[in-house]
Protein backbone atom coordinates (compact mmCIF):
# COMPACT_ATOMS: atom_id res chain seq x y z
CA UNK A 1 0.00 0.00 0.00
CA UNK A 2 1.05 3.52 -0.72
CA UNK A 3 1.72 6.80 0.99
CA UNK A 4 -0.87 7.89 -0.58
CA UNK A 5 -3.53 5.19 -0.30
CA UNK A 6 -2.91 4.78 3.34
CA UNK A 7 -3.69 8.44 4.04
CA UNK A 8 -7.24 8.31 2.08
CA UNK A 9 -7.67 4.98 3.90
CA UNK A 10 -7.00 6.88 7.27
CA UNK A 11 -9.40 10.22 6.27
CA UNK A 12 -11.82 7.50 5.17
CA UNK A 13 -11.92 6.09 8.65
CA UNK A 14 -11.96 9.21 10.81
CA UNK A 15 -14.82 10.69 8.68
CA UNK A 16 -16.72 7.27 9.11
CA UNK A 17 -16.34 7.61 12.64
CA UNK A 18 -17.96 10.91 13.16
CA UNK A 19 -21.49 9.20 13.12
CA UNK A 20 -23.66 6.94 14.59
CA UNK A 21 -26.12 5.38 12.70
CA UNK A 22 -29.08 3.55 14.30
CA UNK A 23 -32.49 1.90 14.19
CA UNK A 24 -34.81 2.49 17.04
CA UNK A 25 -37.18 0.67 17.45
CA UNK A 26 -39.89 1.72 20.61
CA UNK A 27 -43.66 2.99 21.31
CA UNK A 28 -43.81 6.96 20.21
CA UNK A 29 -43.45 8.69 23.36
CA UNK A 30 -40.30 7.11 24.08
CA UNK A 31 -38.82 7.98 20.72
CA UNK A 32 -39.73 11.64 21.25
CA UNK A 33 -37.91 11.25 24.11
CA UNK A 34 -34.66 10.29 22.56
CA UNK A 35 -34.68 12.63 20.08
CA UNK A 36 -35.38 15.51 22.50
CA UNK A 37 -32.19 14.31 24.10
CA UNK A 38 -30.45 13.98 21.29
CA UNK A 39 -31.42 17.20 19.64
CA UNK A 40 -30.81 19.42 22.64
CA UNK A 41 -27.03 17.89 22.96
CA UNK A 42 -26.54 18.80 19.18
CA UNK A 43 -25.87 15.45 17.90
CA UNK A 44 -28.79 14.70 15.99
CA UNK A 45 -27.78 14.94 12.10
CA UNK A 46 -30.92 13.35 10.48
CA UNK A 47 -34.11 11.61 11.63
CA UNK A 48 -36.24 9.65 9.48
CA UNK A 49 -40.02 9.76 9.43
CA UNK A 50 -41.78 7.12 11.78
CA UNK A 51 -42.57 4.10 10.32
CA UNK A 52 -44.95 1.79 12.33
CA UNK A 53 -44.11 -1.97 12.58
CA UNK A 54 -47.45 -3.14 11.60
CA UNK A 55 -50.28 -5.77 12.17
CA UNK A 56 -50.82 -5.09 16.27
CA UNK A 57 -47.52 -4.31 17.04
CA UNK A 58 -47.95 -0.15 18.51
CA UNK A 59 -44.04 0.90 18.11
CA UNK A 60 -42.68 2.43 15.50
CA UNK A 61 -39.42 2.60 13.99
CA UNK A 62 -37.16 5.44 12.96
CA UNK A 63 -33.52 6.23 11.55
CA UNK A 64 -31.08 8.57 13.55
CA UNK A 65 -27.92 9.69 12.31
CA UNK A 66 -25.58 11.00 14.95
CA UNK A 67 -22.67 12.91 15.89
CA UNK A 68 -19.86 11.28 17.90
CA UNK A 69 -17.81 14.23 18.87
Same mark, same amino acid.
Given at each position: +? &? *???? &??ARANNQRA *??? =? $? !??? =????? $?? *? *? +? @?? @?? %?? %? /?? !??? !? %????? +? /? /??DTRHRRYL? !?? &??
Open positions: +M &T *ARER &TY *AQF =V $E !LWI =VAQPH $EI *A *A +M @VH @VA %SA %S /GR !LVF !L %SAPTP +M /G /GDR !LR &TR
